[in-house]
C-alpha cells in the first residue's frame, strides 16, 4: 500500500508543470530533487479507504470517484480458481470469496459470476495519477477528481449525457419554428461591445 | 511575513518571452517585480490563508443557494430577472466552476480580512500559476533562495485536475474558450488555461467574444465556421454579458457557460454585505452594507465600492485618520456598498495584497500584487512569494 510513497517532505506547491501550447516548444520543469524519468509523474498523494462509503465520507473525492476507482480496484485484484491456490501466494487466511457485488464489479457485470477467490481487499487507493504523453501530461481516467466537493444541494451535471430539460426544449421547438419561418444569416457581434476602465475584464 | 529582496535570475526577460508571458512589462512599466520576494512561514500559509479560503468558500457556495432560492436576494443584488432560471438551473444542477481568487489584507499577524471575491473573471493566473513555480524552482536552483523554500501553489495542477473532470462531462470533449479583442494579457491568461485544457486531454479552440455568433435555428451560439459551441469559457464578466444584444438568449441556447451563470452571484460586491449579514463578525470578515440611497460622504474607517467594478476602479477609501484615496474609473451605474477600512500592511513604500486561489472547491495557492497606493489596480506589481 505504501508503493506510491515518494519519499519527499510534503510540501505545499506542485512538483512538476509543463506548458502545451504556450512558447517555443513544450516546456517541462520538474522541481528540483524530483526523479527525472517522464513516465508517471504523482502529483496528490493517492489515499487509501476500505469501502466506498468510507471514501465518500472523507468528503475529498467525488461519489462517482470513490465508485470508479473502487471498481477499478476490484477488476485488479488478482483471482485464483481455489482457496489454496490464492492462500500459497497471499498467506494463509488472507483470501475470500468475492461478494456478489464484487463479482459482478470484477468482471464488468457480464456474467462470470462466481467460483473464484481472491485477496481480501484491505482498502482501495483514490489518487490523482498523471501520465505523461506527447501532448503533456494527462488525467488517466480514472482518478481525477480530488477538486470538487460532493454537495447535497445539488445534480451531478453531465452535459454530455444528460438531456435538456423538457422547458428547454420546447422553447427550443418554438424557436426553430419561428426560425424556420423567418430564415437568417448568423449575427454576430452580440458580445464584447462593452467597454472596460482599461480595455479589459480580467479582475 | 516579510518582504525581502533578492537578486533577479539573469535570464528572467528571455524565458518570459519563451514562455509566452508577453505582458511582464505593461506599457514600459514593470508588472512582473522579481527584485523581492514575499516570504511566509508554513503556519501562516496553511492556517491564515489555506483554511480560512476554504472556509469561506464553503460559506460562499451556501450563500449561492441561499440567493438561488430568494428572488429578493436577486433583487438585492441588482440581477436582471431574465437570468434568474439559467442561474438557478445551473446551480441546481451541480454545474461545476472553475475558479477564483479571494483577495485578502494580511499582514502575518491576525486573521486576514477578506477584501473581496473575484469569483468570475480572475486573472494574474499565468503569473501566479506558473511563472511564479518556475521563479522559485529556478531561484533555488541558482542559489538566490534556500533549498528547503517551499511555495503554496498547486495552481495549475488544480487546474487541470477540474478541466479534466469538466471534459469528461462536455459532449465531444470540447470546450471552447474566449476573451475580447485587443487585449495582450487576457489572450496570454486565455492561452495558459487553453495549454491546461489540452494538457487535460480536451479540445480547445478560441473565438473573440466579439466572434460569437447566433444562428437563427441553432440551439447554442456558433463559432466563425457557424458549428455550435455547446461549451464556452468566457473571460468577460456575466453583469456585462447579460445586458448586451446577444445576452437575452443565454437562457434560450443550451450553450454551457464556464464560469456558470451562478457565479453571477460571487461576481457581486454586494455579496460583501450578504456574508456580513450571514456571518456577523466572522474573523476574517470586515463588516459591511448596502449603501443607501440618501446616504451622505464617507465616514473616515470606511471603504465604498461599485456592485460592479474590476481592478480597483472608483473604489473610494478613508483611512480612519480621514486621509481619502480613490480610483478613478467608468463604473458608475450600479449600486454602492460600504465596507470597513482595514489597512493593508506596508513594507517600506508597498502596501501588500494576498490573492488567494480557488480552483473547484480547493485552496490551492496565492499571489502577490503590490502597490505604493492603498487601493490595489491593474498596475499593480505581482511579486512571487516563498515559504521559508
Known amino acids: 500500500m505504501n508503493q506510491h510513497d515518494n519519499h519527499l517532505p510534503s510540501r505545499k506547491r506542485s512538483a512538476r508543470l509543463s506548458l502545451a501550447l504556450m512558447g517555443a516548444g513544450a516546456f517541462t520543469l520538474t522541481g528540483c530533487g524530483q526523479p527525472e524519468e517522464v513516465t508517471d509523474v504523482r502529483f496528490d498523494s493517492p489515499r487509501s479507504y476500505q469501502s466506498v462509503e468510507e471514501c465518500v465520507e ?36 488472507a483470501c475470500v470469496a468475492p461478494t456478489e457485488e464484487q463479482a459482478q464489479a470484477a468482471t464488468g457485470g457480464g456474467g462470470g459470476g462466481g467460483g473464484w477467490f481472491m485477496p481480501a481487499l484491505m482498502g482501495y487507493m483514490v489518487g490523482n495519477m498523471m501520465s505523461r504523453t506527447s501532448r503533456g501530461a494527462t488525467s488517466q481516467g480514472l482518478y481525477q477528481e480530488p477538486v470538487y466537493r460532493n454537495r447535497q444541494n445539488q445534480g451531478n451535471w453531465n452535459a454530455a449525457t444528460n438531456q435538456a430539460s423538457q ?6 421547438q418554438t424557436m426553430r419554428t419561428s426560425a424556420m419561418q423567418n430564415r437568417q444569416a448568423t449575427q454576430r457581434s452580440g458580445f464584447g461591445s462593452r467597454s472596460s476602465a482599461r480595455g479589459g475584464w480580467g479582475s | 511575513m516579510l518582504r525581502v529582496e533578492i537578486k533577479e535570475r539573469a535570464q528572467w526577460k528571455a524565458l518570459a518571452q519563451e514562455l509566452g508571458f508577453h505582458f511582464h512589462t505593461i506599457d514600459g512599466e514593470p508588472y512582473w517585480k522579481e527584485s523581492a ?10 492556517r491564515d490563508i489555506e483554511a480560512p479560503t476554504e472556509e469561506l468558500h464553503e460559506m460562499c457556495m451556501a450563500l449561492v443557494d441561499k440567493v438561488c432560492h430568494s428572488n429578493a436576494l436577486m433583487q438585492r443584488l441588482s440581477i436582471p430577472e431574465f437570468m ?33 471575491l473575484n469569483y468570475d473573471t480572475p486573472t494574474s493566473l499565468y503569473e501566479a500559476g506558473i511563472f511564479q513555480w518556475v521563479w522559485l524552482e529556478q531561484a533555488i536552483e541558482q542559489g538566490l533562495i534556500p533549498r528547503h523554500a517551499d511555495q503554496f501553489n498547486s495552481i495549475q495542477e488544480k487546474l487541470l485536475g477540474a478541466l479534466a473532470h469538466i471534459g469528461q462531462r462536455l459532449s465531444d470533449n ?28 480536451l479540445e480547445a479552440p478560441f473565438i473573440h467574444t466579439e466572434d460569437i455568433g447566433v444562428q437563427p435555428g441553432c440551439d447554442y451560439f456558433v463559432d466563425l465556421s457557424e458549428a455550435p459551441i455547446k461549451a464556452l469559457f468566457k473571460l468577460y464578466p456575466w453583469e456585462e454579458l447579460a445586458q448586451e444584444e446577444f445576452g437575452k438568449l443565454i437562457p434560450e441556447l443550451s450553450t454551457h457557460w464556464f464560469e456558470p451563470p451562478w457565479k453571477a452571484v460571487l461576481s457581486n460586491k454586494g455579496i460583501l454585505p450578504l456574508l456580513w449579514e450571514e456571518y456577523p463578525d466572522h474573523p476574517n470578515l470586515l463588516p459591511a452594507y448596502f449603501e443607501k440611497p440618501d446616504e451622505k460622504a464617507l465616514t473616515p474607517g470606511w471603504v465604498r465600492k461599485p456592485f460592479f467594478s474590476r481592478e480597483g476602479s472608483n473604489v473610494q477609501l478613508k483611512t480612519n485618520d480621514g486621509d481619502f484615496e480613490d480610483v478613478a474609473g467608468p463604473y458608475v451605474d450600479s449600486p454602492w456598498i460600504r465596507q470597513a477600512y482595514h489597512p493593508m500592511p506596508r513594507f517600506g513604500q508597498f502596501h501588500a495584497l494576498v490573492g488567494s486561489w480557488v480552483v473547484g472547491d480547493r485552496a490551492c495557492g496565492m499571489g502577490i500584487r503590490e502597490d505604493v497606493g492603498r487601493i490595489t489596480k491593474d498596475s499593480s506589481c505581482f511579486v512571487p512569494h516563498a515559504i521559508i
Open chain 1, 58 to 93: 472523507a468528503n475529498v473525492y467525488t461519489q462517482s470517484a470513490c465508485e470508479e476507482s473502487y471498481e477499478a480496484s476490484i477488476k485488479e485484484v488478482p483471482r485464483f480458481d481455489s482457496l489454496e491456490a490464492c492462500e500459497a501466494e497471499h498467506g494463509e487466511g
Open chain 2, 37 to 46: 520576494y514575499y516570504q511566509f512561514t508554513l503556519e501562516q500559509v496553511e
Open chain 1, 167 to 172: 422547458r428547454v426544449n420546447q422553447r427550443q
Open chain 2, 174 to 201: 470540447t470546450l471552447h474558450f474566449s476573451c475580447i479583442k485587443d487585449n495582450v494579457e487576457e489572450r496570454a491568461t486565455v492561452h495558459y488555461l487553453q495549454d491546461i485544457a489540452v494538457q487535460a486531454g
Open chain 2, 84 to 116: 434568474w432560471d439559467a442561474i438557478f438551473d445551473s446551480w441546481r444542477a451541480g454545474q461545476p466552476h472553475l475558479y477564483g481568487r479571494m483577495d485578502f489584507a494580511y499582514s502575518g499577524d491576525g486573521p486576514a480580512k477578506l477584501l473581496e
